[in-house]
């Protein structure tokens, strides 16, 4: 009888651990993945990514319809009207679609689905649905959920105050909506809101939004998204939340302190970030720390310091992304087989699908100064033909480049395709470029991404159409 029952046991099937699990069965390893929700595919296909971009899509839309933007095209419409319940059943579809496919892969590459909360006995045993399994090696791929504020009450089922999850299902678009935190979330989700009829009002701790990006592209997008009807209150801290009703008042106050000021809304959401699930699964069992910031600790081949117990995506330190969980998830099946299984943690692309898109990689303006001298291009957007063509010119793209080598160091876009876009520069990046490779790379015209080879003839000051 073999030692253990299986070779690889994922816990969380989040696209960390669904594909960790997926690599390792077809690599020859005998497979099981434990994942407590009802359906497969974590946070990003049930409550994250798709079913936010399913629903700043539909409502693109129905904004480009309902505010005459297409009559200046020549399109003319009659009366434009929206079907709630028609936009979320798109939504629900494409998120059955796509966890149901997770299932039809996991039977496909035989990665059995154990079905419960997996709670750690030991080093190479946890508990699941009232059965304890045996796995050589264990990976711990929980992802993480959402950070709560401190003294206010959530209630996605049908309540005024939601987090993201309530957020993608509103059942009916409120007048006012105030989000809390100017990040990925509250920008991505206030759109949806905000195209569909919402007064959107964002209330940020910090002097600027989006943290972690570049300088010029907080601000730029400040501007935009001010122009689209935000009501963008920076450096402003919430001080509480009440709600009588169908209504809730949010008080505010500078961070810095000072005259407090009280905002109604019909719908307030939660967006301040989110934490690694940990809770309940037993680490102290196997006698795995948590950092200070209650993340799981790895080395670089994903190997926690319990050997045989391994950790990936948003449990583990870096930026909570979908993409950046994906590779981990490779990676690490991958080294539990015996090969060599690399992130490059210094090129992970971010995107925030707003309109216009906002697309990064690589360091920052302000971190690539710290560390030395750079050069940087700008390009922007109202100088490329196609984004002038379609009359859609805000936004610009941005290169830096090491002053010495010229090594590309970081790509900045704001653009109505940025987070298509950025995949160049991210290829570019792992093969070590220039930007003079990127400026002497031939690229199709009229498109968008003429301007990065623009913004990289910039980096030596010569830009063509500017
Ligand atoms: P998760 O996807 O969180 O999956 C972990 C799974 O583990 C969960 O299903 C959970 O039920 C399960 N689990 C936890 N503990 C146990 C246990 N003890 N036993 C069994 N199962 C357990 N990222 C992007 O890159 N692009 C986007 O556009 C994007 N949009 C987002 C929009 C929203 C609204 C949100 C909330 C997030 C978004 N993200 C996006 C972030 C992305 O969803 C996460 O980075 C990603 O899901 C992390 O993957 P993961 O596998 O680490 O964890
Ligand atoms: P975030 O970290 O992007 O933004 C949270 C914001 O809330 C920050 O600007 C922070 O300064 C602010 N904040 C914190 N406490 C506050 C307070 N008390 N009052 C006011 N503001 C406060 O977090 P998020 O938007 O909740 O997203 C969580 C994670 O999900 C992110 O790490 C992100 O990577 C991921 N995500 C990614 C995408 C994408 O890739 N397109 C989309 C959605 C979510």
Redo the contacts with the bound molecule.
């Keep these: 009888m073999a030692e253990f029952d299986y070779d690889v046991l994922v816990?969380?099937?989040?696209?960390?651990?669904y594909v960790a699990a997926i690599r390792a069965a077809q690599l020859g390893l005998k497979t099981a993945c434990?994942?407590?929700?009802a359906t497969l595919?974590?946070?990003?296909l049930?409550?994250?990514?798709i079913p936010?971009?399913t629903l700043l899509n539909a409502s693109g839309l129905y904004h480009e319809a309902a505010s005459g933007a297409l009559a200046k095209h020549g399109v003319k419409l009659g009366s434009v009207e929206l079907d709630l319940p028609a936009l979320m059943a798109d939504k629900n579809d494409a998120v059955k679609g796509l966890t149901g496919g997770i299932e039809y892969l996991f039977k496909k590459n035989k990665v059995d689905w154990l079905k419960?909360?997996?709670?750690f006995t030991g080093a190479h045993t946890v508990e699941?649905g009232g059965k304890s399994v045996t796995a050589k090696n264990i990976v711990i791929?929980?992802?993480?959920s959402?950070t709560p504020l401190p003294g206010v009450t959530v209630d996605n089922d049908g309540g005024v105050v939601v987090d993201?999850t309530g957020a993608?299902a509103l059942p009916a678009v409120p007048k006012n909506l105030v989000v809390i935190g100017g990040g990925?979330?509250g920008l991505?989700?206030g759109s949806v809101w905000g195209r569909l009829g919402a007064k959107v009002t964002v209330v940020e701790f910090l002097d600027q939004i989006l943290p972690g990006m570049d300088g010029d592209v907080r601000a730029e997008a400040a501007k935009i998204f001010k122009k689209q009807g935000f009501d963008i209150k920076t450096s402003t801290k919430v001080t509480g939340v009440s709600v009588k009703g169908k209504t809730a008042s949010v008080t505010v106050e500078p961070a810095a302190g000072g005259e407090a000021q009280t905002l109604e809304a019909d719908a307030v959401l939660v967006a301040i970030g989110?934490r690694p699930?940990t809770e309940?699964?037993g680490l102290d069992a196997i006698g795995l720390a948590l950092n200070a910031r209650g993340q799981i600790e790895t080395d670089h081949d994903f190997a926690t310091s319990v050997p045989g117990v391994w950790a990936?995506?948003?449990?583990i330190p870096g930026p909570?992304?979908?993409?950046?969980?994906e590779d981990e998830g490779v990676a690490v099946a991958e080294n539990i087989a015996g090969l060599t299984g690399i992130v490059n943690h210094d090129v992970i692309p971010s995107?925030v699908?707003t309109h216009p898109e906002i697309a990064g990689v690589g360091l920052t303006e302000e971190a690539a100064k710290a560390r030395g001298a750079v050069k940087v291009g700008k390009f922007p957007m109202m100088a490329n033909s196609r984004a002038k063509a379609i009359s859609d010119t805000d936004g610009f793209v941005k290169i830096i480049a090491d002053a010495e080598t010229d090594k590309v160091l970081g790509v900045w876009i704001i653009g109505a395709p940025a987070g298509t876009m950025i995949a160049q520069a991210a290829q570019a990046m792992e093969f070590g470029a220039s930007s003079e490779d990127i400026a002497y790379t031939c690229h199709a015209h009229p498109t968008h991404s003429e301007a990065i080879k623009e913004a990289a003839m910039a980096v030596r000051g010569k830009p063509i159409h500017m």
């Design positions: 816990i969380g099937a989040g696209p960390g651990g434990a994942e407590s929700r595919g974590g946070t990003c049930n409550v994250g990514c936010s971009k419960g909360l997996a709670t699941v791929a929980t992802g993480s959402v993201s993608l990925v979330i991505e989700l989110r699930n309940g699964l990936i995506g948003d449990v909570m992304l979908a993409h950046k969980a995107v699908y």
